[in-house]
């Protein structure tokens, strides 16, 4: 229930799109979000929690500006939307006219990823695309943007070269893994923090959690994990090392490497280089736990890896993602229970994609030469080329640029550089909803709304969700999308794009089988059926387009050697390179700067360089921190809070220090997202960028190392006390999915385990006994038939005797559910009533209330009785609402979202005075409280087995005895 000031939306903050329940203050504003508890999809992350200060922060842009001073500064004027397109087309065409149409250029960076943005101007013929296809038609090649720095190792090119997949056409099965192996992320910190919220539910049930990472996360903590600290940089020789053990001793499924591998001899032989002692050397991972995590992950009942963006920014991250990748395959841990998997093909909603424009001119984008393998999975030109671009002409020069969305100079290496290569630019379109780093050189900047502020749409898998406007923009701010498409319209070619709301929706809508009248009818929300998940698609032709069995690669097989990677010039099998900036490969250098230089991890108070302005979110971090180990910190007489200069062959900045033992020794982590226009000094002046190099890039993908350099620490000056000093993990400790209190709210208890209730180890046992053993039909006359019905009729007793009762009275059904309609169908359509009124509350499972709808259909009357603020029945009111035409009542035993426990034998009573059969919902109270049939004297009553920690699909309906 929520009042008229409320509203159930998406979140606008990041492109996550978690539901949320929003309320407005007596404007009409933002004034509050949670999460909406009545969908899974329910969530909240920090970020999240600040909306109403992110929405309206002093910081926002309002208005289209105009440059005034020089570049550089932030000195500009107020202009109209139309004035801002005139320029912006004028300037187009001319540079069109005089240097081509390749001389212009779009780059888009995290505020384009609005699922729109990317569903409808990524490029054609590519998987998945933040880039826009704005230009295209104008003639020019060249978009660009931050796919050139994260995801596309990955989630791209690393898996599809191997596997013939990508992460979208992958999960990682968390809820049934007896191993959970988090390597190079930290899922305390994600917006929405999902999977560290399923990594505890798993934890709890008694999966083990082993992290691998340079620091001792927080999810390593809160899991009790066992942390393998690493040295950054080397995680593709531990890989190789892993596998190396499953090879040597035989570990690995030899059916499955002989029919459906490529280059496992090349691959077996290559990791000889990496026995467990070697790799000890390299990485810091003691040999003996080499040998027993690979041994480990073979045993495991489902290892479940976790990973991201932390392997991809050393000097062989596309290679050292598909060691993991080799590693998983062998260890037998892939798609089946509780491992990475495979999707199911065609249970995502369909999106219209049929209106998608290609490059031009995919052989003139810029860096296409240098980076092949990454254009072909993106469509796209790579960034890292724009300097040489803009700055020497090479291969031609960009003249124009516009940036939606983005912070080139804060998120790439040498920030230097940046500034250089865009005050070089004849002309800069700056697109964002606060000031950038970038803007600063913009001849134009346009004011962009938050997805508060837009309609638009979500999808989840086989779900579509209009994304409701929540409140309306703030000054003149527009929605990306239509900007974009407006741009287009101007430039002559609108009708290529929608170009408002309700033509978006039919456009992507398109083929579905859905319009979006039928969707908001619908409630806003549709949902396709989904297919049921089958294992080892390989060998049933579940992974290739063609239906056949095996792998969607070149050779059909997973690619030890990838034929991809083989075609394009670079090494086929996943090798390690030592990074070239690294204690092993330089030590002279490492004299000079004897630590390994880190950043990049994430934060809950930020995003990269976002939010750095809003007030309630600095001051939990008001300045960016340097982690420092205790012993490295105890040499340099380096304490908590202490001011120090971090250094490396580039240049030299000052940040404040944070000393613990999370933390491998000789390593440090420095937090990044500074150099931008607003928020405290200290991270306008902090960019982190300034100590890396835009020369040091992992030759696949291009992207550049972040974590591998090498540095040295040194103390400035003590602290001065008083800092918020921390890891930037502590909000993560939160439990996302609890409701956030407010007001008179009443206190909560969730009872139910839903469908990820586990086994009872014993249950599960008996079962396998049974699945190996018992394969009788209760009905035969043979002794396999007569002892399975002797298990069967052992069971029902032992739920007899549950509930005090005769096994007679116990019927089994295919679930709770079933159970329920049996009970109020087999009553309702009973010969012998004629009697046409059934009652029941508003709060009951929707097994009953869904059955109550089709009985009230066919012409039964149905009355809902409503609930005390306990969740709580009144019986007077049951005593109110029945007539002579009742024939029964239902009313739950314990409801498990309200917390509430009914008094069935109170309520039992009233009915039988009236000659009333009772049925009682008892799914979520038998096993939590005691359930007596005969004390509640009730008629019938159903429960369910995955409650009591049994296996899904059974239920029994208890029927008294006359």
Same mark, same amino acid.
Request: proline share 6%; hydrophobic share 35%; net charge neutral.
């Given at each position: 229930?929520?009042?008229?000031? @409320? ?21 009409? +504003? ?48 107020? /202009? ?127 999966? *083990? ?6 620091? +001792? ?31 040597? $001793?035989?570990?690995?499924? @030899? *059916? ?100 998608? /424009? ?21 469509? $796209? ?47 800069? #379109? ?22 508060? @502020? ?13 994304? $409701?406007?929540?409140?309306?923009? #703030? ?34 809508? +398109? ?51 990838? $034929? ?120 306008? %002046? ?28 040194? *103390? ?56 190996? %053993? ?78 109550? *709808? ?21 019986? %007077? ?86």
């Amino acid at each position: 229930m929520y009042t008229e000031n @409320e509203k159930r939306a998406i979140c606008g903050i990041c492109p996550a799109g978690c539901w949320v329940k929003v309320k407005y203050d007596e404007d009409g +504003k933002l004034n509050e979000v949670r999460p909406d508890d009545s969908s899974p999809l329910g969530m909240i992350c920090t970020l999240g929690q600040h909306s109403k200060d992110i929405v309206y922060s002093k910081d926002r842009l309002q208005y289209p500006l105009k440059r005034k001073g020089p570049k550089g500064t932030f000195e500009f004027e107020r /202009i109209s939307w139309d004035e801002a397109y005139e320029i912006i087309v004028s300037k187009l065409q001319t540079i069109k006219n005089e240097s081509g149409a390749e001389a212009t250029a779009v780059y888009t960076g995290r505020g384009s990823f609005e699922l729109s943005m990317c569903d409808v101007f990524q490029p054609k013929g590519v998987a998945v695309s933040s880039a826009s296809s704005v230009l295209f038609p104008f003639g020019s090649p060249n978009t660009l943007g931050v796919g050139a720095l994260c995801y596309v190792s990955f989630a791209m090119i690393a898996p599809h070269v191997t596997m013939g997949g990508m992460f979208i056409n992958m999960f990682t099965d968390i809820e049934h893994a007896e191993l959970i192996v988090v390597w190079g992320a930290n899922p305390a910190t994600d917006s929405p923090p999902l999977d560290y919220d399923r990594i505890l539910e798993a934890h709890k049930k008694g999966a *083990k959690v082993v992290v691998i990472d340079p620091r +001792k996360t927080k999810t390593a903590k809160v899991t009790d994990a066992e942390w393998i600290p690493i040295r950054p940089g080397s995680d593709g020789a531990l890989a190789l090392g892993l596998c190396q053990v499953i090879i040597e $001793e035989d570990l690995f499924d @030899e *059916k499955f490497v002989e029919e459906w591998t490529h280059g496992f001899d090349d691959f077996a032989r290559y990791t000889q280089h990496f026995r467990p002692e070697v790799v000890e050397e390299i990485t810091g991972v003691p040999a003996e736990t080499v040998r027993s995590l690979a041994r480990r992950l073979v045993e495991a009942n489902g290892a479940a890896p976790i990973m991201y963006s932390g392997l991809e920014y050393s000097d062989s991250g596309v290679q050292a993602i598909r060691a993991t990748m080799a590693l998983w395959a062998l260890a037998g841990q892939m798609d089946v229970p509780g491992g990475r998997c495979f999707s199911m093909k065609n249970n995502a909603f369909p999106i219209n994609r049929d209106g998608l /424009i290609a490059n031009p001119d995919e052989n003139t984008a810029l860096g296409r030469d240098r980076f092949p393998v990454y254009s072909a999975y993106r469509g $796209e030109s790579h960034a890292i080329s724009l300097p040489e671009s803009v700055l020497e002409s090479k291969p031609y020069k960009i003249r124009s640029l516009i940036i939606l969305g983005g912070s080139i100079v804060t998120a790439w290496p040498q920030p230097k550089i940046w500034k250089k290569t865009l005050n070089g630019l004849d002309f800069l #379109v700056t697109i964002d909803r606060q000031l950038t780093a970038d803007a600063a050189y913009a001849d134009i900047v346009l004011p962009a709304t938050t997805m508060y @502020e837009i309609e638009s749409y979500m999808t989840y898998g086989p779900i579509f969700r209009i994304r $409701e406007k929540v409140i309306e923009p #703030v000054g003149e701010a527009r929605n990306d999308f239509f900007i974009m498409a407006e741009l287009a319209k101007r430039l002559g070619y609108g009708h290529l794009y929608p170009q408002n709301e309700e033509e978006l929706l039919n456009y992507v809508l +398109k083929g579905s089988g859905f319009s979006p009248q039928e969707v908001r009818e619908a409630g806003g929300t549709v949902r396709l059926p989904g297919k049921i998940q089958e294992f080892k698609k390989w060998e049933k032709g579940g992974l290739r387009d063609d239906g056949k069995p095996g792998f969607q690669t070149p050779t059909g097989k997973f690619e030890f050697a990838s $034929e991809v990677l083989e075609e394009h010039g670079y090494d086929p099998l996943p090798v390690y390179t030592e990074p070239k900036e690294g204690p092993l490969s330089q030590p002279q250098l490492a004299k000079k700067y004897p630590l390994i230089f880190n950043s990049g991890s994430r934060v809950t108070t930020d995003f990269r360089s976002q939010h750095h302005g809003v007030v309630s979110l600095n001051k939990k971090r008001p300045e960016p921190l340097v982690t420092l180990n205790t012993e490295d910190a105890r040499e340099r007489r380096i304490k908590t809070g202490d001011l120090v200069e971090i250094s490396t062959k580039r240049g030299t900045l000052t940040m404040r220090a944070f000393v613990t033992e999370n933390i491998i020794k000789g390593a440090i982590d420095a937090d990044m997202g500074g150099g931008g226009p607003v928020g405290p000094e200290q991270w306008q %002046q902090t960019n982190i960028n300034e100590l890396t190099d835009l020369q040091n890039y992992d030759p696949i993908s291009g992207f550049p190392v972040y974590k591998t350099l090498l540095c040295q620490v040194k *103390k400035v000056s003590e602290g001065s006390g008083g800092q918020n000093i921390n890891s930037g993990e502590e909000n993560a400790e939160n439990k996302t999915f609890t409701e956030t209190s407010t007001g008179n709210a009443v206190r909560r208890i969730y009872l139910d385990h839903n469908a990820t209730t586990p086994l009872d180890a014993q249950v599960r046992k008996v079962m396998i006994r049974f699945l190996e %053993q018992g394969q009788g039909n209760p009905s035969g006359i043979y002794k396999e038939g007569k002892d399975a019905r002797t298990v069967i009729e052992s069971a029902r007793r032992s739920v007899a005797n549950l509930l005090n009762t005769t096994a007679k009275r116990i019927v089994f059904t295919g679930g709770g559910s079933e159970a329920d309609n049996l009970a109020l169908k087999g009553i309702a359509l009973s010969t012998e009533n004629n009697k046409r009124h059934l009652i029941t509350s508003a709060i009951e499972h929707p097994a009953i209330i869904n059955t109550c *709808k089709w009985l009230g259909q066919k012409g039964f009357k149905i009355t809902w009785l409503p609930v005390d603020s306990q969740g709580l029945v009144r019986p %007077q009111d049951l005593e109110k609402a029945i007539t002579k035409d009742t024939f029964l009542v239902s009313i739950m035993a314990a409801n498990n979202e309200t917390g509430s426990i009914q008094p069935v034998a109170e309520l039992v009573e009233i009915a039988h005075r009236k000659n009333i059969l009772f049925h009682c919902d008892a799914v979520q109270a038998v096993g939590k409280i005691p359930v007596d049939v005969k004390k509640w004297d009730v008629d019938l009553l159903t429960l369910s087995g995955h409650k009591l920690y049994g296996p899904k699909g059974i239920g029994a309906l208890y029927v008294k005895k006359g």
